[in-house]
């Protein structure tokens, strides 16, 4: 390994959607000390995010740019970091990780790598956590979500001692205090929940109803992509394209931007189970959670039973303003008492300590012995080979791709997308007629 810099840190963080780079570039902020020098590797995909939603994050790296897997892996052999921040949904995680153990081989002085969760853990618990093991640090938005992680991890007699607790780390802005004139509602949309389009209208058209039965009230909308943007999720049905076909009043309006910027005028917080509502929580503007499509489990609004921020349309259109558990949030760090200045001191030890020592190589549970069957598939998705080599024909990285390779490659991934969010969904459609 190249030798390091001792004067000034520097971390790379590889992210796969708008989201995921949200939350891996202010992880990264929060875990390294202030002047650490951070890199931006965007995973090229159907969810790479544009130029427009990287801004609205706003964050700013001292380099970006956009990589594959294997690409990133051939820039870790010759770059110096410190740490390494994985923040890609779980089978990109496991291949970068199995990646890194053949790249780094036995390196005591290689970098730290983290890795975690966006936002609400509600689904694929065990699945998405495996293939997260392997990562020198695992952090637990939550000490609820820490003690399901030890959890799994024991359970399945994997080492545990990489999860770590601390909070997610966009959470911020000022108390609410007082009502906004005019008193504003907003319903953070989500792009796969609920994910038919009837029951995307019928919350579309709830909205409505509460913006003309409350003339006096702003109802905004608020979107997570434009039309032609893609993130974390896939969205079938776009608000924007539902919202055309309503005679919607005044006082109703679609927005964008920066969620912190949003909520900075909102009253009240809607949501079906996004992660904005964690956000609202801890600036403590009351927040419900919507239950007219019911309680599941495939809405992610289960995660909220004993919040006491379950509510129906008929009972918000009614006045009602949900008032949070305190026990509830505290479990769920969302640190609406203060204490989040201090929920990264932690991580952030942790970090420092495992910089001072020589690191053990990266050693995931999935393994060719513990998983042949699966594994294998995990590292193909990423051109890599069962050992973390990269396969015969992956992209070279050791030269920038000429004029034309970049259109081909433009072409070839909005063609990709394009049969993603707008042809399958129509094959599906068919296929259930």
């Known amino acids: 390994m190249p030798a390091r810099n001792e004067k000034q840190q520097r971390v790379a963080v590889l992210a796969d959607s708008d989201t995921r780079w949200k939350w891996g570039s202010l992880t990264a902020a929060r875990l390294l000390p202030d002047g650490a020098v951070l890199d931006g590797y965007l995973l090229r995909g159907r969810a790479t995010p544009t130029p ?21 892996l051939r820039v870790l052999r010759s770059e110096t970091y410190d740490v ?13 990780l199995h990646g890194l153990a053949h790249t780094w081989g036995e390196a005591k002085d290689r970098p730290v790598v983290v890795t975690g969760y ?61 009502a906004h004139d005019p008193y504003t509602v907003t319903f953070a949309a989500q792009p796969s929940v609920p994910e038919t389009p009837a029951d995307r209208m019928y919350l579309l058209n709830r909205l409505v109803r509460h913006a003309e039965s409350h003339p006096g009230r702003e109802v905004l909308l608020k979107l997570r992509s434009k039309p032609g943007e893609h993130t974390t999720h896939i969205e079938e049905t776009p608000y924007q394209k539902l919202a055309q076909r309503l005679d919607a009043p005044g006082n109703f309006r679609l927005v964008y931007g920066n969620m912190g910027e949003v909520l900075d005028r909102t009253d009240l917080l809607v949501t079906v189970s996004s992660t904005a509502a964690l956000e609202a929580l801890h600036r403590r503007i009351p927040t419900a ?28 259109d009614a006045g009602e303003v949900p008032e949070p558990d305190p026990a509830w949030v505290a479990r769920q760090g969302v640190a609406a008492d203060g204490s989040y200045a201090h929920a990264f001191d932690g991580a952030r030890a942790k970090v420092a300590e495992l910089l001072e020592d020589e690191r053990a190589p990266l050693a995931p549970y999935y393994s060719r012995t513990t998983a042949p069957g699966y594994l294998p598939r995990v590292l193909a998705r990423h051109h890599l080979a069962p050992d973390g080599s990269p396969l015969p024909g992956a992209p070279a990285a050791d030269k920038d791709p000429g004029a034309v390779r970049q259109i081909v490659r433009r072409a070839a991934r909005g063609a990709y997308r394009h049969g993603v969010q707008r042809v399958a969904p129509v094959i599906r459609r068919m296929g259930e007629l």
């Open 84 to 96: 390494v921040v994985l923040a890609l949904v779980g089978g990109a995680v496991q291949a970068v």
């Open 118 to 178: 966006v936002g609400v853990v509600y689904e694929k618990l065990a699945d998405g956590l495996l293939l997260r093991h392997g990562a020198d640090v695992v952090l637990a938005n939550s000490a609820y979500d820490a003690e399901r992680f030890r959890a799994v991890y024991e359970g399945v007699g994997a080492d545990a001692s990489a999860v770590t607790e601390c909070a997610l780390p966009f959470l911020g802005g000022a108390p609410y205090e007082a």
């Open 52 to 72: 427009r939603q990287l801004q609205e994050v706003g964050v700013r790296a001292d380099s970006l740019r956009e990589v594959t897997a294997v690409e990133f």
């Open 289 to 316: 959670l919507l239950t007219d499509l019911g309680v599941r489990e495939a809405l992610g609004n289960h995660h909220f039973t004993g919040s006491n921020c379950l509510r129906s349309w008929d009972q918000l």
